[in-house]
């Protein structure tokens, strides 16, 4: 068996074949191009029995990724961090792009049960446009906060109440007022009121998009209590694909919720896990402050409060509890659609 680690780069990529043991057997560096990548599985045919490591750095390998998958090539991808024990370890020092891949390879052969790549999605076009919302999102209060120091100036006390500048109406009424005042600093606050307002549409149009996307790709997840649209979406989109994950606890543990054991002889404890995807622990947040106000998520955490517990250490267990819920519902949405899509081929068949 032989494992081809590559470090990727965004013009080049440097392939290292390594056997069992993790000796070089040969390397190659191609354009990233895709005729580069035909070079590549040219030059990596003459090993039969043959594997892909890549190192799971997506904005630079996907493309990469996409080639070889599609020409049949079995990928796995290592995560940046395996790669430091393995260079620490070798016996060649410095660093360099032949160094990498063969550090790739190894940590490949050293740790089993690695995520297998696969083919993008839809859940890649649900993350493209949640991460393009946020941004939009994001341009836009800082725009808003622009304007309201610009109202204040022009007339102090009269600026609109907080969290309303993202309405169109109450947009309206403001370059309805600004329209009669002349002045640099009321140009400029026109200026961001017009901004504001495509931004919003911009937004708002996401979302609706987002809406159509989601709904027949998590209708499980949607009914969740505390689930929302924009929730849910970040959740499919920063997943990409629950079936990667072996179990629940696999997937807490990806999650950031699980808890990491801290215990020495006789004293056993847990403590609050730092690491994990923060964005999916901030959604299942969000869906436990909501499930928090009624239902069963407060009835939870005061059960657990009445054992002992502190109300963050209750909190932190309706977490977890949601992260095992959440699990459930996407590989029950997965599984629905798969059904689905063979139920289709058959009937076109």
Known sequence: MVIIGTDS????HTCVAADELGRRLAERTVAATGAGHLELLAWAARFTDRSWALEDCRHLSRRLERDLLGAGEPVVRVPPKLMAGARRSSREPGKSDPIDA??????????????VARLDGPEREVRLLVDHREDLVAQRTAHENRLRWHLHELAPGGEPAPRTLGRLPVLDALGARLGGIDGPVARIARDLVARIRELTTAVTALERELAAL???????LLALQGCGVLTAAKLV????GIGRFRSAAAFARWDGTAPVPVWSGDTTHVRLSRGGNRQVNAALHRIAVTQLRSGPGKEYVDRRMAKGNTKKEAIRALRRRISDEVYRRLISDEMARS???????????
Do not use: D, I, M, Q
């Not at 989601?214 to 499980?220: F, Q």
């Open 9 to 12: 780069h965004k013009h080049t």
């Open 102 to 115: 063969l550090a790739v390879a190894r940590a490949a052969l050293r740790e089993p049960g690695l995520p």
């Open 214 to 220: 989601v709904r027949p790709l998590a209708p499980t």
């Open 237 to 240: 989109g920063e997943v990409a």
């Open 339 to 349: 059904a689905s899509n063979s139920t289709c081929e058959l009937v076109a068949a």
